[in-house]
């Protein structure tokens, strides 16, 4: 008889983790592993994939770096190929990279993010990264995974896909003004619906698809921005990038294996209000 730690197991299995040198990524990266699981780290540049694998090898995992645009479909399709070869399965797809305009000190910004002039451009790159490129990673794991007879897919959301922003955050004294910009949030909402068309089209067959919605997650954030949105989050502080992590294995592992279309949100409380 199986105990409730079996269920959170991945020994055996194989994720492939989009973004997966990024402030999540990397964290995710790591978890899987932790928890037994076989990761690639899908990655738009190999110096970053190379160098979480390297650091995921050296704690004793199996990583394999993998370079990929995930808005270019032959690409995407090569990547699963890869995985594949390497570890002979595809058993969960977390769906983390994206364009995530950020506000702290390693992301200075050249964009004001104001509607009234944001440049179409970046509207339509938004699209494909956060969009379609988890439209097509899904796509190319789902051949694979129904094959296997099942699997995860994990599409990360933000809890601005549930609610507007609060663009007050974002004013500085003396500064010009930022704001967040439409992509996010719309992308994000947009990220909600595929996750519950996944789940329905893969009725029956043994895959999943679930969304993942974090809060703000500090990143040496500055302390009138820290101020500003603890004060608005129930548990009056922004979460570390580690808080993630017990979700996000939750819906990989068969821990939640009667749980599909859903949405797990880890916000703090940002919003309960």
């Not at 990266?29 to 690639?40: D, F, I, K, P, W």
């Not at 990929?68 to 797809?93: C, H, R, W, Y």
Request: aromatic share 10%.
């Amino acid at each position: 008889m199986s105990t409730i730690f079996d269920k959170f197991s991945l020994k055996g299995k194989t994720a492939i983790i989009t973004g997966g040198a990024g402030l999540l990524g990397a964290e995710f990266c790591r978890t899987l592993a932790e928890a037994g699981a076989n990761v690639a780290v899908a990655e738009l540049t190999e110096a970053a994939a190379n160098s979480t694998a390297e650091q995921i090898s050296r704690l004793g995992y199996k990583a394999l770096p993998v370079q990929v645009n995930i808005t270019q479909p032959d690409e995407v399709k090569t990547m699963v190929q890869k995985v594949l070869a390497a570890f002979g399965s595809v058993d969960v797809l977390v769906n983390s990279a994206a364009l995530d305009p950020k506000f702290d000190p390693s992301h200075p910004g050249t964009n004001s993010g104001a509607f009234e002039t944001f440049p179409v451009e970046m509207w339509r790159q938004a699209l494909d990264v956060n969009l379609t490129g988890s439209f097509l990673c899904s796509q190319a794991v789902a051949e694979p995974m129904l094959k296997q007879g099942g699997g995860s897919i994990i599409n990360l959301c933000s809890m601005y896909g549930l609610v507007g922003p609060d663009q007050r955050l974002y004013k500085k004294e003396g500064q010009p003004e930022r704001f967040k910009p439409a992509y996010y949030p719309v992308t994000k909402a947009g990220i909600l619906g595929l996750t519950r068309y996944l789940a329905t089209y893969f009725a029956g067959k043994g895959i999943r698809a679930n969304a993942l919605t974090p809060g703000g997650i500090y990143n040496e954030n500055d302390e009138e921005f820290l101020q500003n949105y603890s004060a608005r989050a129930v548990m009056g502080r922004m979460a570390r990038k580690d808080e993630m992590n017990g979700a996000l294995l939750f819906l990989a592992s068969d821990a939640s294996s009667y749980m599909t279309g859903s949405n797990l949100v880890v916000d703090g409380g940002w919003t309960a209000w």
